[in-house]
T-cell receptor
């Protein structure tokens, strides 16, 4: 069964304290792994798409990486405005549907 | 500005009532989707449409209905058959619906039961 697990569920960081969020997946034929940011009461905002193991993408303080079993979202020197829930989703070739993890809620304290 | 709009932001449903959530996009996307988000759970697919006048059930379609009469619009009706409708509803779209495409989301509608 296709599955996505994100860890940790919640993460508290001090401003400037770098860390990583994990997205582990099992899927038949990965066709894309997607990272979104979601603020409370709002829709998810697209961050990155990764398609193959070894691929990396960066945007400001965020860097997403992909292996054959998991993806990491690295946050370098976070700021309070990076506080949000980060969602990971995978798309399998057999169904074409997006399968979402439960998300990691990040809180960055000044 | 191109984007996806959803209305209303909040919606209240009485027992036995059908309610309709609006989703409009001006991105010229062919594919549109409806998801439901509950606390502590990942987003779950309700319905999707890749072309006008055609749509398919997702993983949790029971108690919901949709229509796709125009490319820009994909309304979702929550019927009285949906016994646990309280949730955050998200509409999304993608260019053609092909596998590997990025889906872009609207701001969401929160449905509450009176």
């Amino acid at each position: 069964e296709d599955q996505v697990t994100q860890s940790p569920e919640a993460l508290r960081l001090q401003e400037g304290e770098s860390s990583s969020l994990n997205c582990s997946y099992t899927v038949s034929g990965l066709r894309g792994l997607f990272w979104y940011r979601q603020d409370p009461g709002k829709g998810p905002e697209f961050l990155f798409t990764l398609y193959s193991a070894g691929e990396e993408k960066e945007k400001e303080r965020l860097k997403a990486t992909l292996t054959k079993k998991e993806s990491f979202l690295h946050i370098t020197a976070p700021k309070p405005e990076d506080s949000a829930t980060y969602l990971c989703a995978v798309q399998a070739s057999n169904t074409g549907k997006l399968i979402f993890g439960q998300g990691t809620t990040l809180q960055v304290k000044p | 500005d191109g984007g996806i709009t959803q209305s209303p932001k909040y919606l209240f449903r009485k027992e036995g009532q059908n309610v309709t959530l609006s989703c409009e996009q001006n991105l010229n996307h062919d594919a549109m989707y409806w998801y439901r988000q509950d606390p502590g759970q990942g987003l779950r697919l309700i319905y999707y449409s890749q072309i006008v006048n055609d749509f398919q059930k997702g993983d949790i379609a029971e108690g919901y209905s949709v229509s796709r009469e125009k490319k820009e619009s994909f309304p979702l009706t929550v019927t009285s058959a949906q016994k646990n409708p309280t949730a955050f509803y998200l509409c999304a779209s993608s260019s053609s619906g092909r596998v590997g495409e990025t889906q872009y989301f609207g701001p969401g509608t929160r449905l509450l039961v009176l």
